[in-house]
């Protein structure tokens, strides 16, 4: 099995980004690449492609580990494809995203701050009700209460006895299969003697 994780210069441009921050876009002849081993069901494995710029810092740090050596330094050596880029600018881009710990910010491609370790995360809504009322010195009024679920009961009609009357109970349906009764049984008659 090859290593985890590869970095070259794509060979064509027919491979499909898997990161969703550029919405898979295709990645162009050349054009600096990131790939990860992966097996599926026993079957040969093969590389899935990201853009250079849609790799995050966590999948960063997992190739950081990878090479790192014993004494803590990074042996570049050590990571598949690096020795093979094409360009200087391919290779130093590689070495300062691994010293800097993540992509930088001119070459990603997500949201603003997502090559970061610890991305912001999208505002929530607050819950509605709970910080209104809590500098108030009003008391709370309690919630409305839900429409129960169901079938709503019918109006009654104009004329009609306002009482109300208890539901006829259903008659179960039988359970399972029936049996059968033969032909020859049904017609015979019972009081036959010997």
Request: net charge positive; glycine share 10%.
């Amino acid at each position: 099995m090859p290593t985890q994780y590869r970095v070259e210069n794509a060979k064509s441009g027919r491979a499909k980004c898997k990161a969703t921050t550029c919405d898979h876009a295709v990645i162009k002849k050349d054009e600096l690449r990131q790939g990860t081993w992966v097996e599926i069901g026993g079957n040969p494995g093969g590389f899935t492609w990201k853009h250079w710029g849609c790799v995050t810092a966590k999948v960063l740090g997992n190739m950081i580990n990878s090479i790192k050596k014993p004494d803590g330094e990074l042996d570049f050596n050590m990571c598949d494809g690096f020795s093979e880029l094409k360009d200087d600018a391919s290779r130093e881009m590689v070495k300062a995203a691994f010293e800097r710990g993540y992509v930088s910010d001119e070459a990603w491609l997500g949201p603003p701050g997502g090559n970061r370790p610890n991305p912001p995360k999208s505002p929530r809504k607050k819950k509605t009700g709970d910080d209104e009322n809590e500098g108030s010195d009003t008391e709370a009024e309690p919630p409305a209460e839900k429409p129960k679920r169901g079938r709503k009961k019918a109006a009654p009609k104009e004329g009609a006895d306002v009482e109300e009357e208890a539901p006829a109970a259903k008659k179960a349906a039988p359970r399972g299969r029936g049996k059968k009764v033969a032909k020859d049984d049904a017609e015979a008659p019972e009081d036959q003697g010997p």
